[in-house]
C-alpha cells in the first residue's frame, strides 16, 4: 500500500508521483527465435508448491547470491517456440545453473527443457532501449514489447505488440507547480483553505498537454479530502488551471498514453503557492 505524508511546507513531497516501497526487479530472460528478450513476468511463481520448496531448497544449499533488485535470487531462461512456453533453466544472478527445466519439472521435461503447462496469464516482453521507469517490480517499458495470453502454457489468443516511446515536451516540476498555482489564484474563485493542494491522475500527449484526467481531489494541509466532487466549482478551476498552464513529459506506452500522478500545491498561507528559497 501508498503512503504519502503530505507536507505544505515540504517541496518535495509534493513533487513526487506516487511510488511504491517495492525496488526493481531483475527480469526474466524470453528467448524467440534468435532473440533473447526481457520477461516481465515470473511464470515459476505459479508452480505447484513443492516445486518451489524443491527450487528454494536449492538455492539455500548453493548459497545463492541475492540483491534487492532481485529478491527472488533466480533468474529463469524461456523460450517461446510455436506458441508454447518452455523452461529451459533456472540460473543464479551470476549467471551459475541451479536447474535445467527438465530436473525441475521430469512429468513436463522434453529433452533438457520442459513445457510450462502450469502457466496460465499474461506475459509481456520486450527489447530495446528504457522508455519508462519506475522503480517498484516490473514497472518499466522498452521500446518494442508484446504481451500475450497464454493458457496451460499456450498462447490463448494474438500476441499484441508495441512501439513504445517517451516524448520530452515538460517543463521542470518546480515551473508546472508555480504555473498551476498562479492560475489557479488568478481565476477569483472566492474564499478556499489557506493550506491547499491539487491531487490528479491524469495522461499527458506528445505536446506536453493534458489529454485526460482520471480522477482528482482538493487536499488540506494534512492530507485529508477537501473536495472530491467533480462538479464542485473550487475542484473545476483548480483542473481548469493545471490543463491550461502545465505542460509534462509523456510516454506512449501500450498503445495508449501513459497514467501520472502528482501532488501540486496552491495556496499556502492564504496565499498563491511560491517555492521558498533558502538563503546561502
Not at 527472488?72 to 518452455?86: E, N, Q, S, T
Not at 516490473?138 to 496451460?152: D, G, I, Q, T
Amino acid at each position: 500500500m501508498i503512503r504519502v505524508t503530505l507536507l505544505l511546507s515540504t517541496v518535495a513531497c509534493f513533487l513526487q508521483p506516487f511510488r511504491a516501497s517495492a525496488t526493481g526487479q531483475a527480469a526474466e530472460r524470453l528467448i524467440v527465435g534468435c532473440d533473447t528478450m526481457s520477461l516481465f513476468a515470473l511464470p515459476l511463481v505459479k508452480a505447484d508448491s513443492a516445486v518451489l520448496v524443491r527450487l528454494e531448497k536449492r538455492l539455500k544449499e548453493i548459497d545463492a547470491p541475492w540483491s534487492t533488485a532481485c529478491w527472488r535470487a533466480y533468474i529463469g531462461v524461456w523460450r517461446l517456440d510455436k506458441g508454447r512456453l518452455w523452461l529451459e533453466r533456472v540460473e543464479t544472478t551470476e549467471g551459475d545453473p541451479v536447474f535445467t527445466g527438465a530436473e525441475l519439472f521430469p512429468k513436463s521435461a522434453e529433452g533438457s527443457r520442459a513445457r510450462a503447462d502450469w502457466f496460465s496469464g499474461e506475459i509481456r516482453y520486450g527489447a530495446g532501449k528504457p522508455v519508462y521507469y519506475q522503480h517498484d517490480g516490473f514497472k518499466r517499458n522498452l521500446e518494442r514489447e508484446w504481451v500475450a495470453m497464454l493458457s496451460k502454457g499456450r498462447v490463448k489468443r494474438g500476441t499484441k505488440a508495441y512501439r513504445n516511446r517517451r516524448y520530452e515536451s515538460g517543463v521542470e516540476m518546480v515551473d508546472n507547480v508555480s504555473r498551476v498555482a498562479a492560475a489557479f489564484d488568478s481565476l477569483h474563485v472566492g474564499k478556499s483553505p489557506d493550506l491547499l493542494s491539487l491531487y490528479v491522475v491524469f495522461a499527458a500527449d506528445s505536446t506536453g498537454r493534458v489529454v485526460r484526467i482520471d480522477r482528482a481531489r482538493l487536499l488540506s494541509e494534512k492530507g485529508s479530502p477537501v473536495v472530491s466532487d467533480p462538479a464542485d466549482p473550487l475542484l473545476q478551476a483548480a483542473l481548469r488551471a493545471f490543463r491550461s498552464v502545465s505542460r509534462w513529459d509523456a510516454w506512449w506506452v501500450g498503445g495508449a498514453w501513459k497514467e501520472q500522478a502528482y501532488f501540486i500545491p496552491l495556496r499556502r498561507g492564504g496565499a498563491v503557492w511560491k517555492l521558498q528559497r533558502k538563503r546561502p
